[in-house]
């Protein structure tokens, strides 16, 4: 199940919460590969406001996620997509990066 932690200023929290549902929605979409298809709910996503930063962007987005190959080839167009994506329906959000992190994965819940 990835999760996306949003760092950002505290002037941008709300605009950014208003499209949380669609964000996980979008982000399950560009996640899903071969026969592992996401669902919204599978998407994790907390706004963290630094105390103090010295960030490269206004908001700044770190999604952790389970390496599947089709992730890794389409790496950066995914982290560029729900780039354009922040951008086009949260311009509040102001710069917009992103980093997708794959990486082996073990959680909590039993299926």
Known sequence: MPSMTIYTNRDRVKSIEKIFSELKEFTAKE?????????????????LVPEASAAIADTELEILAYSYPERVKRQDDICCLIKDY???YCPHAGSVYVWLQLSELGHSSKD
């Not at 298809?37 to 706004?47: H, P, T, Y």
Request: hydrophobic content about 35%; some cysteine; aromatic content about 0%.
């Open 31 to 47: 996640l899903s590969c071969g026969d592992r298809k996401l669902a919204s709910n599978e998407i994790s996503i907390r706004v």
């Open 86 to 88: 922040i951008q086009k």
